[in-house]
């Protein structure tokens, strides 16, 4: 008998996920140019995320995510994608994405395979593939039975992939701290006084930095033992916040963290 | 393996690198940072730890996280500016009860005794004393019934050595290694027979 414990996980909202990132384009005038890109980027996402949804209604999932994608159907998705950019980017990266549009097939799929597999890639193909890939590994992660639970691991228990930024959500009168993954999106739980990179616990080596304004719910968390960084969601302060949008929203937040000399534990996509 | 699989795709010297285009600060994709960058130069920031705690009430032992503000230095003193319920702690998963919850108001509070209080027998106010005082008092009044009081000797003859006239309370604060402490100084050394613990007060 095998049981696997998950806990609970959030429906993927891509539509909430557009508004919100409208929604903050209007409020923070200083990252209002690339909040309107982005949203514009999720809007694509969300309906890679349903056609996903509508080719497979469940998901079983025995080895690595990331091995198990569909790479031929993400292939196709590509072009759409580059178009997204080639309209709505800056006009270096929309120049850069234009030059990927005479690939081939195979050539589109070999790209993903290799941003899957973690190789590097230039800025514009990794934000290109990443953004093609998180709707399939998401809708993986999301409806199978993998576990989610605390591991003490600081890696997703899905696909092995970095936290992109902690949340935390209401446990009884406190918070419950979530790590969000870069790659497959999933949430899962991780412990609060805790380094995901090194491991360290001594509270007086975490600190946290927040703007000086109680209605503040994003900070930065970091560890003065690995000069490690994540910013952190509260969703107890913003019962609105969608962690994936409200993260790329705080750039200042990095901006001054690199600026400390932390550096981040792992950079979004759009390289913050 | 693990780590070659997660390793970042776009390496770490292009994280918030800074090139120029057309003269303004952007980023590796070549969005325009001048203005984000103008808001850090704005921005106030507040550095706080985390200190996981239990609180003191009852006996249930709850966890808490004290959120303390102050980078440490010497010349800041660190003041609690949140307290919540611990939500890894096993006992209480977050959750605390309507005392607990408002344990910051216990700390940050001016009508909170911050020193001795002596009355003294008969008197009809209280006096401000040194924790030596405390001290000195209480082991004279302990060691005098002791020695009036202590059983050496049950009614059959067995040597039992027993205090029954001083009581012992732990609090649910206290740790394996304090209950270990209480136990062989007031009931190994002192003989005291009613120690008790706070859930059957």
């Given at each position: 008998l095998h049981l696997t414990q998950i806990a609970l996980k959030r429906k993927p909202d891509w539509p909430k996920r557009v508004a919100r990132a409208e929604e903050l384009a209007e409020r923070y005038s200083w990252e209002r140019e690339v909040l309107r890109f982005y949203s514009r980027v999720l809007e694509l996402q969300g309906e890679l995320y349903e056609k996903a949804r509508a080719a497979s209604e469940s998901a079983t999932l025995d080895q690595n995510l990331r091995t198990v994608l569909d790479f031929s159907a993400a292939a196709k998705d590509l072009l759409r994608m580059i178009a997204v950019v080639e309209r709505h980017g800056p006009a270096a990266m929309a120049e850069a994405a234009a030059e990927m549009k005479s690939s081939g097939a195979a050539k589109s799929e070999q790209l993903l395979r290799a941003c899957a597999a973690g190789e590097t890639l230039s800025p514009v193909e990794y934000f290109l593939a990443l953004t093609v890939l998180q709707p399939y590994a998401e809708r993986i992660s999301y409806a199978s039975a993998a576990s989610n639970t605390d591991s003490g691991r600081g890696l997703c228990p899905v696909c092995d992939g970095k936290p992109l930024v902690s949340v935390l959500r209401p446990e009884g009168d406190g918070a419950k701290r979530w790590l969000l993954c870069s790659f497959c999106l999933m949430e899962w739980e991780f412990r609060?006084?805790?380094?995901?990179?090194?491991?360290?616990?001594d509270n007086d080596k975490l600190p946290l930095f927040k703007p000086?304004?109680?209605?503040?719910a994003i900070s930065v968390h970091a560890c003065t033992t690995c000069r490690r960084y994540l910013k952190a969601i509260d969703t107890t302060v913003d019962?609105?916040?969608?962690p994936m949008v409200d993260e790329v929203a705080a750039g200042p937040l990095d901006m001054w963290g690199v600026g400390e000399g932390f550096q981040k534990l792992q950079p979004n996509l759009l390289g913050f | 393996l693990l780590l070659e699989m997660t390793a970042m795709a776009v390496s770490r010297r292009d994280f918030l690198k800074v090139s120029t285009v057309g003269g303004v600060a952007a980023s590796v994709l070549g969005f325009d940072l001048s203005a984000a960058h103008a808001e850090v130069r704005e921005m106030k920031i507040a550095r706080t730890t985390e200190t996981r705690s239990t609180c003191p009430y009852c006996a249930v032992g709850c966890g808490i996280i004290i959120h303390t503000l102050g980078d440490k230095s010497g010349n800041v003193k660190p003041a609690i500016v949140h307290i919540e319920g611990d939500a890894d702690h096993p006992t209480n998963r977050g959750a605390l009860c309507s005392k607990g919850i408002t344990l910051k108001q216990d700390v940050i509070?001016?009508?909170?005794?911050?020193t001795v209080k002596y009355r003294a027998p008969g008197s009809d106010h209280w006096e401000d004393k040194s924790w030596d005082f405390a001290i000195d008092r209480i082991a004279h009044l302990l060691k005098q019934t002791r020695d009036e009081k202590?059983?050496?000797?049950?009614a059959q003859g067995h040597t039992v050595n027993a205090l029954t006239a001083v009581g012992v309370i732990g609090g649910c604060t206290d740790t394996n290694e304090i209950n270990y402490l209480l136990v062989k100084a007031?009931?190994?050394?002192?003989?005291?027979?009613p120690m008790e613990q706070q859930a059957r007060i």
């Open positions: 609060r006084i805790l380094c995901p990179y090194c491991g360290e616990q000086a304004v109680d209605t503040s019962g609105h916040a969608v | 509070n001016d009508r909170r005794l911050t202590l059983i050496v000797t049950d007031f009931r190994a050394g002192l003989g005291i027979v």
